[in-house]
C-alpha cells in the first residue's frame, strides 16, 4: 500500500474529516436493517478518538439526487453508531455551511460529528470544487474508510483531497485493498475466482482481466446463458443479451489461449415460472426446454464446481449462482457460499466481493466463516478489473 494510512497521522487536537460508507438500507419505519456497513468503520473512529482528535464523519444515503428528502437523512444512523461507540454522536442538519462549520468549531477532544447526507446537494456527485472546498471547512486533515465510494469521482472522495496537505486510507480501505490486492497481485494457488450474477455485460471486464491470473474461473448466475447460446445451444425463455454474443463467443476462444481454466455449468435448474413453488427440472445445458427458464445452477455443476474449490487456497467470488433471493432457486448459492465457508476453515483465503454475493453470504449466516465480506460491490468489481479507483488514487503517497 503505496499510501498514508491512518496510523501515519497525528490527530490530536485536530479536526479530522472522515468520509465513511454509512448507505444502510433501512426498513418503513426507518430502523437500519443491516449495520455492517457502520460497524466496519468503527475502528477508524474510535482510532482517532482514542488519540484525542475530533472525528467529523460525512457519507451519502441512497439517492436523492441533490435534493432534501427526508426518507433519505442519515440521522437514524446517528442515534444508531451512538449506541454502538456509547458516547453521544452530534448530527448536523447540512453537510455545509455556517451552521455545520460552529458544530465543527465547537467540537472537543474525542467528540464526534455526524454531517448531513452528502448527496442533498447535486456538488456532491459532480465532484464540484466549491462544495469539495466548504465540506473541507474547519478540518485539519482527512481520512477515507469508504471503500464502498471508491470507484466514484465524487467531492468528497476525490475533490476534497485537494483542500488537505494530508490523505490517509483508514483501516477498512487497507483491510479491503490488501486483500483484494494480495489476490490479485500475490496470491497462494490454486487460484480460483467465481463470477455469478445475471447480465455477462457487468462481468466482461473482469473476466478478461483474469484470464491468465486465476487457476480457474468459475462462471454462473444469468450470464451463463449467453454462453451457451453463443455455442449455438437451446436456453428457452433464459436471460440472454443477444447484443453481448460476439464478446461471449471472443471470451470463450481467449480462454482456450489461456492458462486459466473456464468452467460453465455442466447443468442447470429450469422452472416453468420465474417464482417460488415453481415446477424445476435439472437439466443438462444442451438439452434445455424451450418453453423453460434458467433460475440456478444444477447438482452436477454443484459437484463440478466444489470438487475446483475443495483444492483451492485462494478464492475471489463476485455474483450469485442463481436467483437465490427465491429459496426453491438458491440451492447452488448456498452450496458455494457454504463449501467456501469450509475451505476457510482448513485454510484457504476467501474473499466475498459485495453487492448480492455479500447478501446472500449473510442470508446463510456464514459472513464470520469467510475470510472477507467486502463492504463494497462496485468498487471491488472495478478493482477485480484492474482498474484504478479515483478514491485511492487521491491519497497522499506514503
Given at each position: 500500500?503505496a499510501?498514508?494510512s491512518?496510523?501515519?497521522?497525528?490527530v490530536?487536537?485536530?479536526n479530522?474529516l472522515?468520509?465513511?460508507d454509512?448507505?444502510?438500507?433501512?426498513?418503513?419505519?426507518?430502523?437500519?436493517?443491516?449495520?455492517?456497513r457502520?460497524?466496519?468503520?468503527?475502528?477508524?473512529?474510535?482510532?482517532?478518538?482514542a488519540?484525542g482528535?475530533?472525528?467529523?464523519?460525512?457519507s451519502?444515503?441512497?439517492?436523492?439526487k441533490?435534493?432534501?428528502?427526508?426518507?433519505?437523512?442519515l440521522?437514524?444512523?446517528?442515534e444508531?453508531?451512538?449506541?454502538?461507540?456509547?458516547?453521544?454522536?452530534?448530527?448536523?442538519?447540512?453537510?455545509?455551511?455556517?451552521?455545520v462549520?460552529?458544530m465543527?468549531?465547537?467540537?472537543?477532544?474525542?467528540?464526534?460529528?455526524?454531517?448531513e447526507?452528502?448527496?442533498f446537494?447535486?456538488?456532491?456527485?459532480?465532484?464540484?470544487?466549491?462544495?469539495?472546498?466548504e465540506?473541507?471547512k474547519?478540518?485539519d486533515?482527512?481520512?477515507?474508510?469508504?471503500?464502498?465510494?471508491?470507484?466514484?469521482a465524487?467531492?468528497?472522495?476525490a475533490g476534497?483531497?485537494?483542500?488537505?496537505?494530508?490523505c490517509?486510507?483508514g483501516?477498512?480501505?487497507?483491510?479491503e485493498?490488501?486483500?483484494?490486492?494480495?489476490a490479485?497481485e500475490?496470491?497462494?494457488?490454486p487460484?480460483?475466482?467465481?463470477?455469478g450474477?445475471?447480465?455477462?455485460?457487468?462481468?466482461?471486464?473482469?473476466?478478461?482481466?483474469?484470464?491468465?491470473k486465476?487457476?480457474a474461473?468459475?462462471?454462473?448466475?444469468?450470464m451463463?446463458?449467453?454462453?451457451y447460446k453463443?455455442?449455438?445451444?437451446?436456453?428457452?425463455k433464459?436471460?440472454?443479451?443477444?447484443?453481448r454474443?460476439?464478446?461471449?463467443?471472443?471470451?470463450?476462444?481467449?480462454?482456450?489461449?489461456?492458462s486459466?481454466?473456464?468452467?460453465?455449468?455442466?447443468?442447470?435448474l429450469?422452472?416453468?415460472?420465474?417464482e417460488?413453488?415453481?415446477?424445476?427440472?435439472?437439466?443438462a445445458?444442451?438439452?434445455?426446454?424451450?418453453?423453460?427458464?434458467?433460475?440456478?445452477i444444477?447438482?452436477?455443476?454443484?459437484?463440478?464446481?466444489?470438487?475446483?474449490?475443495?483444492?483451492?487456497?485462494?478464492v475471489?467470488?463476485?455474483?450469485?449462482?442463481?436467483?437465490?433471493?427465491?429459496?426453491?432457486?438458491?440451492r447452488?448459492?448456498?452450496?458455494?457460499?457454504?463449501?467456501?465457508?469450509?475451505i476457510t476453515d482448513?485454510?484457504?483465503?476467501?474473499?466475498?466481493?459485495?453487492?448480492?454475493?455479500?447478501?446472500?453470504?449473510?442470508?446463510?449466516?456464514?459472513?464470520?466463516?469467510l475470510?472477507?465480506v467486502?463492504?463494497?460491490?462496485?468498487?471491488?468489481?472495478?478493482?477485480l478489473?484492474?482498474?484504478?479507483?479515483?478514491?485511492?488514487?487521491?491519497?497522499?503517497?506514503?
Amino acid at each position: 500500500m503505496a499510501k498514508l494510512s491512518i496510523d501515519n497521522l497525528n490527530v490530536r487536537g485536530k479536526n479530522v474529516l472522515m468520509r465513511v460508507d454509512f448507505n444502510v438500507p433501512l426498513d418503513d419505519d426507518r430502523t437500519i436493517t443491516d449495520d455492517l456497513r457502520i460497524r466496519a468503520a468503527l475502528p477508524s473512529i474510535k482510532k482517532v478518538l482514542a488519540d484525542g482528535g475530533r472525528a467529523i464523519l460525512c457519507s451519502h444515503l441512497g439517492r436523492p439526487k441533490g435534493q432534501r428528502k427526508e426518507e433519505f437523512s442519515l440521522k437514524p444512523v446517528a442515534e444508531h453508531l451512538t449506541s454502538l461507540l456509547g458516547q453521544s454522536v452530534r448530527f448536523a442538519n447540512d453537510c455545509i455551511g455556517d451552521d455545520v462549520l460552529a458544530m465543527k468549531e465547537a467540537l472537543q477532544d474525542g467528540e464526534v460529528l455526524l454531517l448531513e447526507n452528502l448527496r442533498f446537494h447535486a456538488g456532491e456527485t459532480g465532484n464540484d470544487d466549491a462544495f469539495a472546498a466548504e465540506l473541507a471547512k474547519g478540518c485539519d486533515c482527512y481520512i477515507n474508510d469508504a471503500f464502498g465510494t471508491a470507484h466514484r469521482a465524487h467531492a468528497s472522495t476525490a475533490g476534497v483531497t485537494t483542500h488537505f496537505d494530508q490523505c490517509a486510507a483508514g483501516y477498512l480501505m487497507l483491510k479491503e485493498l490488501k486483500y483484494l490486492g494480495d489476490a490479485l497481485e500475490n496470491p497462494q494457488r490454486p487460484f480460483v475466482a467465481i463470477l455469478g450474477g445475471a447480465k455477462i455485460s457487468g462481468k466482461i471486464d473482469v473476466i478478461e482481466h483474469l484470464l491468465g491470473k486465476t487457476d480457474a474461473l468459475l462462471i454462473g448466475g444469468g450470464m451463463i446463458f449467453t454462453f451457451y447460446k453463443a455455442h449455438g445451444w437451446e436456453i428457452g425463455k433464459s436471460l440472454l443479451e443477444e447484443e453481448r454474443l460476439d464478446m461471449a463467443k471472443e471470451i470463450l476462444a481467449k480462454a482456450q489461449d489461456s492458462s486459466t481454466s473456464l468452467e460453465l455449468p455442466l447443468d442447470v435448474l429450469a422452472a416453468d415460472r420465474f417464482e417460488q413453488g415453481a415446477d424445476v427440472q435439472t437439466v443438462a445445458v444442451h438439452e434445455f426446454p424451450a418453453d423453460r427458464i434458467g433460475v440456478d445452477i444444477g447438482t452436477g455443476s454443484i459437484s463440478k464446481f466444489e470438487e475446483i474449490l475443495r483444492s483451492a487456497k485462494t478464492v475471489v467470488w463476485n455474483g450469485p449462482m442463481g436467483v437465490f433471493e427465491i429459496p426453491d432457486f438458491a440451492r447452488g448459492t448456498e452450496a458455494i457460499a457454504r463449501l467456501l465457508a469450509e475451505i476457510t476453515d482448513n485454510g484457504a483465503t476467501t474473499i466475498v466481493g459485495g453487492g448480492d454475493s455479500a447478501a446472500a453470504v449473510k442470508k446463510f449466516n456464514l459472513e464470520d466463516r469467510l475470510s472477507h465480506v467486502s463492504t463494497g460491490g462496485g468498487a471491488s468489481l472495478e478493482f477485480l478489473e484492474g482498474k484504478t479507483l479515483p478514491g485511492v488514487a487521491a491519497l497522499t503517497d506514503n
